[in-house]
């Protein structure tokens, strides 16, 4: 099942802060952070495994609620390079080992003007 | 420098032509994943493999095929059965010993005529 992300699109001025979130029906085991600018490949921002914790990178932080299955990305003091889609991305908890498929959110596209 | 290279970066085909994507990683993942996007629809997994010679279907695998001969190599094939090819197809691989994020090549852009 495909994560659900909100919002959709969010326009901020230079210095403003913005909150995506990305939630799931499923039991995760991992919430994965991209983001992507136009044409060209997902950069990794960070990855929140199942226990509930939070990270933070530089402006950029982001917290995973295990109980209601929901992460959010938290972009502070935005600056123009922060501008892009961001995408969420959800790994099931099968208690099975190995590699499981990450299935991706459809995307919240962020533009930041001056 | 360790990395994935995708090749071609761009395509383009008849309808009704297989083509073939390639995937080369030379990080020592174990995982490796094909993806699709199309505007405003994110990214859909197409297949993924766990090791070499075993692959699984993701959630939209109707109209390709995969192989995983090599652990540095997984080709997508996109055959005529795929009703609307034309997107951008991001290869991606993971090592578990890492934090587990995938990375990812630059990408092939398919367009079909």
């Known amino acids: 099942q495909q994560p659900v992300q909100s919002p959709q699109a969010v326009i901020l001025r230079e210095g403003e802060d913005a909150v995506i979130n990305c939630s799931s029906s499923?039991?995760?085991?991992?919430v994965h952070w991209y983001r992507q600018k136009h044409g060209e490949a997902p950069v990794f921002l960070m990855i929140l495994l199942k226990g509930g914790e939070q990270k933070g990178h530089d402006k950029i932080s982001a917290s995973f609620n295990e109980k209601k299955q929901q992460s959010s990305l938290y972009l502070t003091a935005s600056q123009l390079s922060y501008s892009g889609t961001y995408f969420c991305g959800t790994e099931r908890d099968l208690n099975s080992g190995g590699y499981q498929k990450v299935t991706f959110g459809t995307g919240t596209k962020l533009q930041v003007i001056p | 420098d360790g990395g994935i290279t995708q090749s071609p970066k761009y395509l383009f085909r008849k309808e009704g032509q297989n083509v073939t994507l390639s995937c080369e990683q030379n990080l020592n993942h174990d995982a490796m994943y094909w993806y699709r996007q199309d505007p405003g629809q994110g990214l859909r997994l197409i297949y993924y493999s766990q090791i070499v010679n075993d692959f699984q279907k993701g959630d939209i695998a109707e109209g390709y095929s995969v192989s995983r001969e090599k652990k540095e190599s997984f080709p997508l094939t996109v055959t005529s059965a795929q009703k609307n090819p034309t997107a951008f197809y991001l290869c991606a691989s993971r090592d578990r010993d890492s934090t587990g994020e995938l990375f990812f090549g630059e990408g092939s852009r398919l367009t079909v005529l």
């Open positions: 499923k039991a995760l085991y991992s």
